[in-house]
């Protein structure tokens, strides 16, 4: 497996960021640049990563193509296409986004997020974005959500085959799918079960940590990796068991040490379960 995360560094050029990666120690990236850069801008980071044998893991989306309002849902679609444009330009693993939330909060939760006619508008929204693109050389993928779809590898599996395209894909966040007690404390199964349907599809991860709190009502915060609870053994396994390209990338964290510290963990426990990271 490989490891990345970002590059929080002030850089400039295309040998800056690679150089600062290899400092990290990081082998899969976060593509630093937006379609609002120019193909030419971009390709030069491409090449500079291909160079460095560094592998552009995602190039994000982030957006809310499921808005209630007309012109920011508008505005969303056009972010995806052309930062999925860019993810096959520059030949990243995908292009991530979420589904997007009914609500006004772009990620936030929504009692019209999880229902079939929100299910049936994320399938003809992502078929279009994906057919206007024709990528041909990365995939098109939805960040597993806690409170929207896809919220359970079964649901990932249906949005599967309901949009029915070769380029859609499985970006895992297995943190975010840790939302009640239960999934807390049997996580580790969750993981495997995620793998064991999804795997096949997944084309990036992030690494992330979740603790639960011992408040009441149910408290469940995302932590950096090494303070939590989730079962990281079992996560390295698995994503051992996709090949050596298969990247989990850090992020949320407030600065260099954070990042540096969880690299460490996942590091140290890889060497534990006997995993490589290239």
């Not at 990243?92 to 009914?102: D, T």
């Not at 024709?134 to 959500?145: A, I, Q, S, V, W």
Request: charge should be negative; aromatic fraction near 8%; glycine fraction near 6%.
């Amino acid at each position: 497996m490989r490891l990345g995360g970002p590059v929080l560094e002030n850089v400039n050029t295309p040998d800056e960021w690679v150089n600062a990666l290899r400092t990290l120690g990081y082998s899969a990236a976060y593509l630093p640049v937006d379609s609002g850069h120019g193909e030419d801008f971009a390709k030069e980071y491409a090449k500079a990563a291909a160079k460095a044998n560094i592998l552009i893991a995602e190039v994000g989306a982030w957006s809310n193509p499921l808005s209630p309002n007309e012109e920011q849902r508008k505005a969303a679609v056009t972010t995806c296409t052309q930062q999925l444009a860019l993810a096959d330009l520059v030949g990243a693993r995908c292009c991530v986004n979420i589904a997007g939330s009914r609500g006004k909060k772009w990620d936030g939760a929504h009692p019209d997020n999880l229902t079939p006619e929100t299910f049936d508008l994320i399938v003809d929204t992502v078929r279009n974005i994906i057919d206007t693109v024709k990528p041909g050389r990365t995939y098109y993928t939805l960040e597993t959500m806690p409170w929207m779809y896809p919220d359970s590898p079964d649901t990932y599996l249906h949005l599967i085959r309901a949009i029915d395209r070769d380029r859609f894909a499985v970006h895992l966040d297995p943190v975010n799918l840790v939302c009640s007690p239960q999934r807390y404390f049997s996580n580790g199964d969750l993981i495997r079960e995620c793998f064991e349907k999804l795997g096949p599809h997944i084309r990036s991860c992030h690494g992330k940590d979740v603790i639960l709190r011992e408040q009441f009502l149910t408290h469940i915060d995302e932590v950096r990796p090494g303070l939590g609870k989730l079962d990281y053994a079992v996560f390295l396994r698995e994503l051992e068991s996709l090949g050596p390209d298969t990247p989990l990338m850090l992020e949320h964290l407030r600065n260099a040490e954070e990042y540096a510290l969880a690299a460490e963990y996942v590091r140290t426990v890889a060497r534990e379960v006997g995993v490589a990271i290239s």
